[in-house]
């Protein structure tokens, strides 16, 4: 199904091969285990066959700082859900996280043309351990929830490490979050106590969410303290938000000392992370610290081939799983640069600016990013230096040939494209980079080392060559704790186990190539993907069916120019019409109450929605119609009639 024309674009040298991770991880694993590797699909091959020695063997090539490992590996592995990994070990995410405490850069901050900032990991060590101190003493224990409201920037990182270093919960959402956007999440887990910015910048413009933040917070009354971080403006006025009190100020009591790290079980809480919200309020993954520690090791250490010293970059927002990941980067002693506001302020040419500046080699962003600056007909190569880049990943949607073809036509050949994906619910990747083999156009390279992925047709056989659910058929250890408040697991067990019993189905439509390479499709559900965020229908619906002209609303991402575009369908009520003003009414709402990334760039008035005999709209059946697949679930529709208001709409024809 894949083009049997493809071909390769980038080799690695001999010697960047032999200096990488990979290969000495090869050599730790013969000596642990008396066995004989011989590259790297032997590697993954040992690691999902042997997957108990290659987890313990990456804990001692990366050095994870633990009380006690215990003497079992796997608890019931033949369980999917229910195996337990390390289920005696005890350790802490951030003490990992903090072992370096030098004076080099630990965290390089950039807010557009605005701010900058940095900390060595001395200052962050130091900060971290003020913070932590400050909120013992308000209180906070082991289980609370910590939430932040937060651009991606260095207090974002110092205040979760200071929450997990006590064994508190961390969960985030970026500060363009709506006030429903943030309720529909941070209301569900009821934190004690958050940490919010005064503002972010965005287009060259401070946005103030100080109000937005008071109407949370009336809604939020299990939140006892609030932290403000000043950020657009260097006093700002808090009086108006409840409990609060400023950065500076919450630690003026506190000197930096040695942090007192809560060595807790491998599964317990670190993240609470948040579903696309497709069919209601979003769901609550959480996830542990070891599983996420462990995961996040394998990729940057192994798949990435970060080392101690190299400065690793994602442009993310911190409501995104691409922040979890890029903050494990500390864990092998790299510096992070962080970045907020517009990729494209002033110019297109700001985060090339930045790579050249700070000596950037690991450059992560999204395949919607390299269509944009591809579009914009940008040319790094030829403005700017780039010497130290030696990887750029891609993630978010898949990433199209042409695209492969500008990253090596138009800023670096030497290079190491890995398109990767996976998600929130493993807080990691499925698929993704391998920096000692060749990049084939427009391919993802690998599966991950330690995850028995797979491809199955709908009757749960494997297949390669064609397109089938992305499948994975044994545990790993960052498969999540379970969700939260979801006390019997049947949530959980719903929305990963459902289609093919003790088998992970994360709803992709991809293909495992000749090469063990993998193509991605698409979802394989209803989840919408513009800009390369994941996010639901249901929050659209909410907003949408406040319009007293509108009946009934439903979503699809339609695949286009290389990205998904969010398309919604309106069901009017007798009398009214779909006029442009009522059009920009529907997109400030949900601009308002959801994020930017949710407004649909088509809004189409339809007779008729289709639903099943159980009453549930079916996007998955309109977005078929859009792309031109068959329908196979016709007979399960009590209204399949509708299905021909969706053909050939002028709008929606590529």
Known sequence: MSDQNTKILWEPSHERIRESNIIAFIEA??????????????????????????????????????????????????KMPGAVWFPDAKLNYAENLLRRKDVSDALVFWGEDKVKSRFSHKELFDEVSRIAQAMRAKGIVAGDRVGGY?????????????????????????????????????????????FVCDGYFYGGKAHNILEKTSEILRHLPSVKFTVVVPYCHSSPVIEGVSNSILWGDFIADFGASEIEFARLPFNHPLYIMYSSGTTGVPKC????????????????????????????????????????????????EATLLLYDGSPFYPDGNIIFNYADAEGMTHFGT?????????????????????????????????????????????????????SISGGTDIVGCFVLGNPIGPVWRG???????????????????????????????????????????????????????????????????????????????????????????????????????????????????????GDTRVVLFVVMRDGSTLTDVLQDAIRLRIRKNCTPRHVPEIIICVPDIPRTKSGKITELAVRNIIEGRPIK??????????????????DLIK
């Open 285 to 332: 993954i959480v996830h542990g610290a070891g599983g996420t520690l462990l995961k996040h090791l394998s990729e940057h250490l192994l798949h990435s081939d970060e080392k101690p010293g190299d400065r690793v970059f994602y442009f993310t927002t911190c409501g995104w799983m691409m922040w979890n990941w890029l903050v494990s980067g500390l864990a092998c």
């Open 150 to 194: 937060m651009p991606n920037m260095p207090q974002t990182i110092i205040a979760m490490l200071a929450a997990v270093s006590i064994g508190a919960i961390w969960s985030s959402c970026s500060p363009d979050f709506g006030v429903q956007g943030v309720l529909d999440r941070f209301g569900q887990i009821e934190p004690k106590m958050i």
């Open 443 to 561: 391919e993802i390279q690998t599966r991950a080392l330690g995850l028995a992925v797979d491809v199955f047709d709908e009757f749960g056989n494997s297949l390669q060559e064609e397109a089938g659910d992305l499948v994975c058929t044994k545990p790993f250890p960052s498969m999540p704790v379970g969700f939260w408040a979801d006390e019997d697991g049947e949530k959980y067990k719903s929305a990963y186990f459902k289609n093919y019993p003790n088998v992970w189905c994360h709803g992709d439509w991809v293909e495992l190539t000749e090469r063990g390479g993998m193509v991605i499709y698409g979802r394989s559900d209803a989840t919408l993907n513009p800009g390369g965020v994941r996010i639901g229908t249901a929050e659209i619906y909410r907003q949408v069916e406040q319009f007293d002209e509108v009946i009934e609303g439903l979503c699809i991402g339609q695949i286009w120019d």
């Open 366 to 418: 999204s395949a919607k990013y390299i269509d944009a600056v591809k579009k914009a007909e940008l040319k790094p190569k030829n403005s700017h230096d780039l010497s130290m880049l030696k990887s750029m990943m891609s993630t978010g949607s898949p990433l199209v040939p042409e695209s492969f073809d500008y990253v090596y036509e138009n800023i670096k050949s030497d290079l190491h494209l890995a």
């Open 29 to 78: 694993i013969e000596s642990d285990w008396k066995t004989n590797i011989d590259d790297f699909e032997g590697l993954y091959e040992f690691s999902v066959q042997e997957s108990e020695k290659f987890w313990q063997s990456l804990i001692s090539f990366a050095g994870v700082i633990a009380e006690t490992w215990g003497k079992n590996v796997i608890k019931d592995p033949g």
């Open 633 to 650: 679930n016709a007979e399960a529709l009590a209204n399949a009639e509708s299905l021909k208001f969706f053909e050939n709409l002028p």
